[in-house]
């Protein structure tokens, strides 16, 4: 019997070529590498703020993500990868972010029930969009979330640590946009007037704003349409209907950046696309990733933890693009990274191999990292993995140390003479060439 994947009519079967899913990337080792520095880099950083991990499944009840994110998102609307288990009938979705899954294990575990939590998050997301660059199917984000603070500190604290972040990298050239949403009555009011003013203005729609009338003319504000832009440039603005407490919550905001030097520009159109937010929203744009330039986003998100079920918990988070922070960092600051690696081993002849495994292990007793050499070969392009390793120097077993009790170490990064040293010093020997003063006689 032939399975749909190897159906085939004629003679021989031929396989399908397996590939990976479109918007669907494989990182490989040398890149790895960049990943590991800069997951190192955040995960410091974000400890210096206090903030300790969280992980959550990559799998929710599709449920949450409509209540959470909102129905009428793009999100919900077209990008999840939502399928129904076979086995029994759940409703589940790949996470198109983490703040919703956060929210959940929140109110699950009444994490906020003693105090307020810094959390952090880092791992793949899903959204089914059309791929591009620097916009996937899957992706990395680092999510930080304060659940259970009030602002505007929290609020400001966020940019603040961002900006920094930034320099820790070395990046430049990554700019600020704030906007403040009021509160949910304060928008409401405000659609109120946008409806009716973009009522007055009917002949001047084009079909999508016709159609989006009433469902979400906020979205007629980001039309591209050169027709509309003057129309849409007087539309009411939603500052126009803030509260006095949003107005001060704003107020506190920019005050404490602007103490901070954090340098911020006020765009009244930047609403993001995720239906939680109140209050301060975020973004931290690049010019030098083409049109994917956000490189992270996020706001305060007071009323969700009551609408997923939980206590009303005010909050406030961000996710950045992995993806594009790395492609930034690589293209802003070029760096080279090396694996971090002591010693390569290398061996040649009658009975080495064993000895070497041994002496491999002992070298990483001492606490050297340490790769054996693996996959045979001649003692020449045994010399040359060494030298592509990345490894500070090579222990070179032959039958010669083998029968004498010694290993040869040849520095492999800087001049130096290969030495003959006796296999228990061995460590030593290496510990005093990677980090000693003097020369080693
Ligand atoms: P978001 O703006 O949808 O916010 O995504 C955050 C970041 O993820 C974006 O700024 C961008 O860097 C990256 N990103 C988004 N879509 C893609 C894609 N298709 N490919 C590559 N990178 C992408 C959120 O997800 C909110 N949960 C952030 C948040 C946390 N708000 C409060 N807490």
Same mark, same amino acid.
């Given at each position: ?67 959470? !994110? ?56 899903? $959204?089914?969009? $059309? ?5 996937? $199917? ?133 609403? $993001? ?33 009551? !609408? ?11 996710? !950045? ?121």
């Amino acid at each position: 019997m032939s399975s749909p994947e190897t159906a085939n009519s004629g003679k021989a079967t031929k396989l399908k070529k397996l590939q990976a899913v479109k918007g669907m990337n494989d990182v490989l080792p040398q890149e790895g590498l960049h990943w590991e520095h800069m997951e190192t880099t955040l995960r410091d950083w974000l400890s210096s703020y206090g903030y300790r991990m969280i992980k959550t499944p990559v799998l929710e009840d599709t449920a949450l993500f409509r209540r959470g !994110i909102g129905e009428v998102t793009d999100i919900v609307e077209k990008e999840m990868f939502s399928f129904i288990d076979r086995l029994n009938g759940d409703e589940l979705t790949l996470r198109p972010e983490f703040t919703a899954g956060i929210a959940r294990a929140t109110i699950e575990h009444n994490l906020t029930y003693a105090s307020p939590q810094r959390v952090y998050a880092m791992g793949p997301v899903f $959204r089914h969009e $059309r791929p591009q660059r620097g916009r996937y $199917r899957q992706f990395n984000q680092l999510d930080v979330e304060a659940l259970g603070f009030e602002g505007p500190d929290l609020d400001a604290e966020m940019m603040v640590m961002l900006s920094r972040l930034w320099e820790n990298l070395g990046l430049t050239g990554v700019r600020l946009e704030i906007n403040c949403l009021g509160e949910a009555s304060e928008r409401l009011a405000h659609r109120q007037a946008l409806i009716s003013y973009f009522e007055q203005h009917q002949d001047l729609l084009d079909e999508d704003a016709k159609r989006r009338l009433h469902s979400n003319p906020l979205r007629i504000l980001d039309t591209k349409n050169p027709a509309m832009q003057a129309m849409v440039n007087s539309a009411p603005r939603l500052s126009e209907f803030l509260g006095e407490a949003s107005k001060a919550h704003y107020e506190g905001v920019k005050q404490l950046l602007s103490d901070r030097g954090v340098q911020f520009n006020e765009n009244a159109r930047l609403v $993001r696309g995720l239906d939680y937010y109140n209050l301060t929203v975020f973004e931290w744009i690049t010019d030098m990733l083409g049109s994917q330039g956000t490189i992270c986003g996020g706001g305060r998100y007071d009323g969700l933890i009551e !609408i997923l079920g939980g206590k009303p918990t005010p909050a406030i988070g961000f996710a !950045i693009g992995l993806e594009r922070l790395l492609e930034l960092y690589l293209e802003t600051i070029k760096p080279e990274v090396s694996p971090d690696l002591d010693v390569y081993v290398v061996y040649q002849g009658e009975g080495t191999s064993r000895r070497a495994f041994s002496l491999a292990e002992e070298l990483r007793d001492a606490g050297l990292t340490v790769v054996l050499h693996g996959g045979g070969g001649g003692f020449k392009s045994q010399m040359k993995k060494a030298d592509q390793s990345g490894a500070m120097m090579a222990v070179i077993l032959g039958e010669d140390e083998l029968s004498n009790g010694t290993a040869s170490v040849k520095p492999l990064r800087e001049e130096g003479k290969q030495l003959v040293v006796p296999q228990e010093t061995l460590a030593e020997a290496i510990f005093e060439l990677l980090y000693g003063e003097g020369e080693l006689s």
